[in-house]
């Protein structure tokens, strides 16, 4: 059963104090709150100096569902690494890698693209976000009495190039996500990354709020801390109840570790 981070922060001061620690951070719904629009998602001045603050202390990694250039755009701070469309796109200073979702995957996205416009010109509220590897259809701002009719439609354009089996369909809040179908996510992603100079031989921390992230927390299992932003999950040791207590958690990091709330 997951724990209350503010709760039992033991391994995270013991991790900490060792010098083991990496950090994994998600994005929206994590750094940010969730905005209507993608575009409207601001990370706050004070949650970025803090952000900036933890680098120095730690391997630090955005991980994030957005494209690698949108991500790297919204947090500006070039000294950490960035994870992309889940884990597909990956650049540091010192290290870069794209992974190869194949010419059939690229070949029907492609195809996908012109059905999913034609939705967001149908249904007033609708927001297709190309970002070149995936393709998000938002739906947040959709009138709740038209999406079972949205999804009939979403289904019946989806549903041909879905079976041909290079695509596949995830979830993430209140939007559809068509994405590769290969081997790798956020946690391959972070897998991956521990390999790599700094971040080898540490122990990650990874904060994330949606189904996105269950793969990240799958791969962490006894290796690290993973926390799920919003409620408990199955697959998350760890949970905040709000987003809005990421931000005193991190600077709790940021300043050294501190012992536990009663």
Do not use: C
């Amino acid at each position: 059963m997951a724990a209350y981070l503010l709760r039992h922060l033991e391994k995270t001061s013991s991790l900490s104090s060792e010098g083991r620690l990496s950090l994994f951070l998600d994005y929206d719904g994590t750094l940010t709150g969730i905005a209507g629009r993608p575009e409207e998602a601001h990370l706050p001045a004070r949650t970025m100096e803090v952000v900036e603050a933890l680098s120095l202390r730690f391997p630090l990694a955005i991980v994030s569902g957005r494209s690698l250039a949108d991500i790297k755009a919204r947090v500006g701070i070039d000294s950490i690494v960035y994870a992309g469309n889940h884990g597909l796109e990956i650049s540091s200073p010192h290290f870069s890698m794209t992974y190869d979702i194949g010419r059939e995957a690229r070949s029907a996205l492609e195809s996908m693209r012109p059905a999913l416009l034609g939705l967001e010109r149908i249904f007033p509220g609708l927001l297709v976000e190309d970002k070149a590897l995936t393709l998000t259809v938002h739906y947040r701002l959709l009138d709740p009495a038209l999406f079972e009719v949205f999804k009939d439609a979403f289904d019946l354009a989806a549903g041909a190039v879905l079976r041909g089996g290079f695509l596949r369909l995830t979830h993430s809040r209140k939007a559809f996500e068509l994405r590769a179908n290969v081997g790798w996510d956020k946690g391959r992603a972070l897998e991956w990354l521990l390999e790599r100079p700094f971040f080898k031989g540490t122990a990650p921390l990874y904060m994330g709020d949606d189904d996105t992230d269950v793969d990240a927390y799958r791969s962490i299992k006894s290796k690290g801390i993973s926390v799920n932003v919003g409620r408990a999950a199955d697959e998350a040791g760890y949970f905040l109840m709000y987003q809005k207590e990421v931000e005193p958690f991190l600077k709790w990091l940021a300043r050294g570790p501190l012992r536990s709330a009663a």
